[in-house]
């Protein structure tokens, strides 16, 4: 089956930049997601990529695609408290519209 | 603009109790309905997915159910709840069709003692 896979843990200093990374299997998915869910409250998406493209940038937020290596990473820059959350990446099986979802990757900003 | 709902926000329930937790989207027709069980520290298992009244497919065998009475309302339920029941419970909308984007409520936290 398909299997997304992600660090489970990443810290980093305030104002320093965060790169959270994927591997993911569906090399059909149309579109990978970046989600963000702080403690207790429901998961929020933050951008997604479509499978075409290299790279999105949003404000402070930078998505990288290598459809080769089938990775995607969200890089945070001038990472702030506020960003401290679980982070998901997902990818949408091509045979089912289903998202896959990864393990989470929790991200710690230290003032 | 659409909206999801999710209730209870928190729960605490007895072993052997029944469960009912409700979704409700706003804003919106005809919404492919999810449901999704965060355990603790662990990713999301789609548990039930739904496009269109009445139509529920079930991605896991388990002691729960869903149901969708209405267009959009969808209705995660269970005779007797387990310990391993506990957990985070979030409920997404998408749009109709295949392979649109997702949107999640806040999440219901079921703690069953």
């Known amino acids: 089956g398909e299997d997304v896979e992600q660090s489970l843990f990443l810290s980093v200093r305030e104002g320093d930049s965060s790169v959270i990374n994927c591997t993911y299997t569906?090399?059909?998915?149309?579109?990978l997601y970046w989600y963000k869910q702080e403690p207790g409250a429901g998961l929020q998406l933050l951008t997604y990529?479509?499978?075409?493209?290299d790279m999105k940038q949003d404000q402070r937020l930078t998505v990288l695609l290598n459809k080769k290596d089938k990775h995607l990473s969200l890089r945070i820059a001038d990472t702030q408290t506020g960003d401290s959350a679980i982070y998901f990446c997902?990818?949408?099986?091509?045979?089912?519209?289903?998202?896959?979802f990864g393990t989470g990757t929790r991200l710690k900003v230290l003032a | 603009s659409q909206t999801i709902h999710q209730w209870p926000a928190t729960l605490v329930q007895p072993v052997g109790s029944p469960l009912s937790l409700e979704c409700t989207v706003e804003?919106?027709?005809?919404?492919?309905l999810y449901w999704y069980r965060q355990a603790a520290g662990r990713g999301l298992q789609l548990l039930f997915y739904?496009?269109?009244?009445?139509?529920i497919s079930s991605e896991v065998p388990q002691n729960l159910s869903a149901s969708r009475p209405q267009d959009r309302q969808f209705i995660l339920s269970s005779k007797k709840l387990l310990l391993s029941d506990s957990g985070f419970y979030l409920c997404?909308?998408?749009?109709?069709?295949?392979?649109?984007?997702?949107?999640f409520g806040p999440g219901t936290r079921l703690l069953v003692l």
């Open positions: 997404a909308w998408s749009a109709m069709g295949g392979g649109e984007t997702q949107y």
């Open positions: 569906d090399s059909s998915s149309t579109y």
């Open positions: 990529i479509f499978s075409n493209m």
């Open positions: 997902a990818e949408i099986d091509s045979g089912t519209y289903k998202y896959i």
């Open positions: 804003g919106t027709s005809n919404p492919n």
């Open positions: 739904s496009v269109g009244i009445g139509q």
